[in-house]
């Protein structure tokens, strides 16, 4: 296992830290985590979690670079580099819904849209195509991952001026899962409707 997978299997570690956190009944033995009140609530247990969150979304970014850069990318890499993006935002998108931070809308269609673009993408593979990613897409996960990082944080330091910077990326994210859902269908169905394998 080369260094990039290493921080890949790093990544997915990281995410079910991040879930334990927040969904860890921590009352029911006792433990609190204090909230700092300095003109905005911020959640201790929340800030940990999202301190988790950025070093874990670094480790994206870092595993593609070092593959790329010492000619380590491997199919398996691959694999677990998708695994880890979708453990490391789905599951947390929807304790965020549960807790009534975000609307549902939010995870439904992002994972909707992720079940689908897989599926493209699988289809292409087997018929040996390789579905490169899109603009649009990774404008997406940007948009997605920094408003989630403001959520953690509860939108510090937008909040002191009154806007809802971390929901306007977020939902800006969701519409930008539809929009790159759509083109990766438009620019691909040529191979999904191919009869066979080339």
């Known amino acids: 296992m080369n260094l990039p997978t290493k921080l890949t299997v790093l990544r997915i570690f990281l995410a079910l830290v991040v879930m334990i956190l927040l969904m860890f009944p921590f009352e029911a033995i006792g433990i609190s985590f204090p909230v700092i009140r300095e003109g905005i609530d911020i959640d201790v247990q929340y800030a940990i979690a999202g301190v988790?969150?950025?070093?874990?979304?670094?480790?994206?970014?870092l595993d593609?670079?070092?593959?790329?850069?010492?000619?380590?990318?491997?199919?398996?890499?691959k694999m677990l580099d998708a695994i880890a993006d979708k453990v490391l935002v789905n599951p947390i998108l929807i304790i965020f819904a549960a807790e009534?931070?975000?609307?549902?809308v939010v995870p439904v269609i992002v994972v909707v849209r992720d079940i689908v673009v897989n599926?493209?993408?699988?289809?292409?593979?087997?018929?040996?195509?390789?579905?490169?990613?899109?603009?649009?897409?990774?404008?997406?996960?940007?948009?997605?991952?920094?408003g989630m990082v403001l959520?953690?944080?509860s939108n510090v330091p937008f909040v002191y001026l009154n806007?809802?910077?971390?929901?306007?990326?977020i939902y800006f994210a969701t519409i930008m899962s539809l929009v790159s859902m759509v083109q990766y269908y438009v620019f691909n169905k040529?191979?999904?409707f191919s009869d066979s394998a080339k």
Not at 64 to 77: H, M
Request: charged share 20%; net charge positive.
């Open 64 to 77: 593609g670079y070092l593959a790329r850069k010492n000619n380590q990318v491997t199919d398996t890499g």
């Open 52 to 61: 988790i969150f950025i070093i874990a979304s670094f480790t994206d970014f």
């Open 190 to 192: 040529k191979i999904i």
């Open 100 to 104: 009534g931070m975000i609307s549902p």
């Open 119 to 146: 599926a493209i993408k699988m289809e292409a593979a087997s018929k040996g195509k390789v579905v490169a990613a899109i603009p649009s897409g990774k404008i997406k996960t940007a948009s997605l991952m920094l």
């Open 151 to 153: 959520l953690f944080f």
């Open 163 to 169: 806007i809802r910077v971390d929901l306007l990326l």
